[in-house]
C-alpha cells in the first residue's frame, strides 16, 4: 500500500487505516418488501456481513429506508443513481452511508446538495465509479475504459467533493475486466489516501464469479489494497457473505469462523470423501469458531494434513482415524466418521 488511508466511520464501523477489513454485501429484492428486505439482512448478518447497502430506485424505496434502518442489525447503505434527491431522502431517513456513482448523477449542482446534507448527518459518501457508466467526456473515444479512464473518473469526481470540503469518502472503481480493475485500484491507491472498497463487478453466477472475485480482489488485498470488499454474485447475497470470508481467511486477514480442506480424491480413495465433505462443510456452517478441520481421503497425506488442522480424519478403506489437535484419537467405520468428527469437535468446544 501506498499511502496509509483516512479512517471513515459508518455507524459502529470504522473503515480505513488498520481496522479490519470489513465485509459487505447487498439486498436482492426490492427494498419496498420491507420484510422480505430485513430477513433477507438477518441471513446476511447470521453469515458475517458488517453492512448492507439496498437498492433506492425511486421515494418508496428512499421512505423503507428508515423503517428497514430501525431493524436492521448492521449500517445500512442506500444505493443512488441518477435522481439526487432520492440521496436527500435516504439520508433525511437514517441512511448511514450512500453511494452514488457521480458520473449518472449529472451535474455539479446536484452532488454538492448530497454533499451538504450527508455533511449536516455526519455520515460518509462512497464514490461508486464504474467502468460500465463513466462520464462520456472520459470514454468518447474509445469501446472499453481502460484503468487509466476509470481513474480519471475517480480524480474528477474528488474535484468535486473537495471544492465541496468534503474528505469523508470511500472510493470505489470497479470494473468487470479483472484485469483493468486491478490496474485501476493500484493507480488510486497509489494517488489517494481515502479508504477503498474493492470489488469485481458483475463478476457471474457463484462458482465462475467467486473464481474471479477472489483472483481480483485477492490480487489486491495481497498487496495490501482495500479496506471492505463485497463479492459481486449472480444469486443468495449470503454466498456472496461467505466468498469474501473466505478470500479473507486465504490471506490470513479475518478469522472468521471454520476453516475446511478437503483432498481431492484420487485412485487410492476408498471411501466416498466428497459425501463425507460435503456432510462435514453442512455442519460446519453452523460453527462461528475459527478451527481448521482436514477432511482426506486415504494415508498418503491424510495423517499429516489431518495432525496439522485442529481437526482432521484420514480415511482408509470404510474406515477412519480422526485426529485433534495433532493426535489420533480413534478410528470408526465411515458411516459414523462424520458424527465422530463432530463428537470431537464439539467436546473441545464445551471444554474451552
Ligand atoms: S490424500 Fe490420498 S486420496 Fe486424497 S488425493 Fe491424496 S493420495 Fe489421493
Not at 326 to 346: A, C, H, T, Y
Given at each position: 500500500m501506498k499511502t496509509n488511508k483516512r479512517i471513515v466511520r459508518i455507524a459502529d464501523l470504522k473503515i480505513g487505516g488498520k481496522n479490519p477489513i470489513i465485509v459487505q454485501s447487498m439486498t436482492k429484492?426490492?427494498?419496498?418488501r420491507i420484510e422480505k428486505v430485513l430477513s433477507q439482512i438477518k441471513r446476511m448478518a447470521n453469515a458475517g456481513c458488517e453492512m448492507v447497502r439496498l437498492a433506492v430506485l425511486n421515494r418508496d424505496d428512499a421512505a423503507a429506508i428508515k423503517k428497514i434502518k430501525k431493524a436492521s442489525p448492521i449500517p445500512v447503505i442506500a444505493d443512488i443513481h441518477f435522481d439526487y434527491r432520492l440521496a436527500l431522502q435516504a439520508i433525511d431517513n437514517g441512511a448511514d452511508k450512500v453511494r452514488i456513482n457521480p458520473g449518472n448523477i449529472g451535474e455539479e449542482w446536484k452532488i454538492a446538495e448530497i454533499i451538504k446534507k450527508a455533511k449536516n448527518n455526519g455520515i460518509p459518501i462512497r464514490i461508486g465509479v464504474n467502468s460500465g457508466s463513466l462520464p462520456k467526456k472520459i470514454t468518447?473515444?474509445?469501446q472499453h475504459p481502460d484503468a487509466s479512464e476509470i481513474v480519471t473518473a475517480v480524480q474528477d469526481a474528488l474535484d468535486i467533493f473537495l471544492k465541496n470540503r468534503f474528505k469523508d469518502m470511500v472510493i470505489s472503481a470497479k470494473g468487470s475486466d479483472v484485469i483493468e480493475t486491478i490496474e485501476a485500484y493500484k493507480k488510486i491507491d497509489e494517488e489517494f489516501d481515502y479508504p477503498l472498497h474493492v470489488g469485481i463487478t458483475?463478476?457471474?453466477?457463484p462458482f465462475r464469479g467467486a473464481i474471479r472475485s477472489a483472483v481480483g480482489i485477492g490480487h489486491l488485498l495481497h498487496q495490501g489494497i482495500g479496506n471492505t470488499i463485497r463479492v459481486s454474485?449472480?444469486?443468495?447475497p449470503v454466498l456472496e457473505v461467505v466468498a469474501a470470508f473466505e478470500i479473507l481467511q486465504s490471506l490470513k486477514l479475518r478469522k472468521h469462523g471454520p476453516v475446511m480442506i478437503s483432498c481431492p480424491t484420487?485412485?487410492?480413495?476408498?471411501?466416498n470423501l466428497e459425501k463425507i465433505a460435503g456432510k462435514v462443510e453442512d455442519r460446519l456452517a453452523k460453527y462461528k469458531q475459527f478451527m481448521k478441520v482436514a477432511v482426506m481421503g486415504c494415508v498418503v497425506n491424510g495423517p499429516g494434513e489431518a495432525r496439522y488442522a485442529d481437526f482432521g480424519m484420514a480415511c482408509g478403506k470404510g474406515i477412519g482415524m480422526i485426529f485433534a489437535k495433532g493426535k489420533e484419537l480413534r478410528r470408526v467405520k465411515e458411516n459414523v466418521l462424520v458424527d465422530s468428527l463432530f463428537e470431537v469437535i464439539d467436546a473441545d468446544i464445551n471444554n474451552r
Amino acid at each position: 500500500m501506498k499511502t496509509n488511508k483516512r479512517i471513515v466511520r459508518i455507524a459502529d464501523l470504522k473503515i480505513g487505516g488498520k481496522n479490519p477489513i470489513i465485509v459487505q454485501s447487498m439486498t436482492k429484492v426490492p427494498t419496498t418488501r420491507i420484510e422480505k428486505v430485513l430477513s433477507q439482512i438477518k441471513r446476511m448478518a447470521n453469515a458475517g456481513c458488517e453492512m448492507v447497502r439496498l437498492a433506492v430506485l425511486n421515494r418508496d424505496d428512499a421512505a423503507a429506508i428508515k423503517k428497514i434502518k430501525k431493524a436492521s442489525p448492521i449500517p445500512v447503505i442506500a444505493d443512488i443513481h441518477f435522481d439526487y434527491r432520492l440521496a436527500l431522502q435516504a439520508i433525511d431517513n437514517g441512511a448511514d452511508k450512500v453511494r452514488i456513482n457521480p458520473g449518472n448523477i449529472g451535474e455539479e449542482w446536484k452532488i454538492a446538495e448530497i454533499i451538504k446534507k450527508a455533511k449536516n448527518n455526519g455520515i460518509p459518501i462512497r464514490i461508486g465509479v464504474n467502468s460500465g457508466s463513466l462520464p462520456k467526456k472520459i470514454t468518447r473515444n474509445t469501446q472499453h475504459p481502460d484503468a487509466s479512464e476509470i481513474v480519471t473518473a475517480v480524480q474528477d469526481a474528488l474535484d468535486i467533493f473537495l471544492k465541496n470540503r468534503f474528505k469523508d469518502m470511500v472510493i470505489s472503481a470497479k470494473g468487470s475486466d479483472v484485469i483493468e480493475t486491478i490496474e485501476a485500484y493500484k493507480k488510486i491507491d497509489e494517488e489517494f489516501d481515502y479508504p477503498l472498497h474493492v470489488g469485481i463487478t458483475e463478476a457471474g453466477l457463484p462458482f465462475r464469479g467467486a473464481i474471479r472475485s477472489a483472483v481480483g480482489i485477492g490480487h489486491l488485498l495481497h498487496q495490501g489494497i482495500g479496506n471492505t470488499i463485497r463479492v459481486s454474485l449472480t444469486g443468495d447475497p449470503v454466498l456472496e457473505v461467505v466468498a469474501a470470508f473466505e478470500i479473507l481467511q486465504s490471506l490470513k486477514l479475518r478469522k472468521h469462523g471454520p476453516v475446511m480442506i478437503s483432498c481431492p480424491t484420487c485412485g487410492r480413495c476408498q471411501v466416498n470423501l466428497e459425501k463425507i465433505a460435503g456432510k462435514v462443510e453442512d455442519r460446519l456452517a453452523k460453527y462461528k469458531q475459527f478451527m481448521k478441520v482436514a477432511v482426506m481421503g486415504c494415508v498418503v497425506n491424510g495423517p499429516g494434513e489431518a495432525r496439522y488442522a485442529d481437526f482432521g480424519m484420514a480415511c482408509g478403506k470404510g474406515i477412519g482415524m480422526i485426529f485433534a489437535k495433532g493426535k489420533e484419537l480413534r478410528r470408526v467405520k465411515e458411516n459414523v466418521l462424520v458424527d465422530s468428527l463432530f463428537e470431537v469437535i464439539d467436546a473441545d468446544i464445551n471444554n474451552r
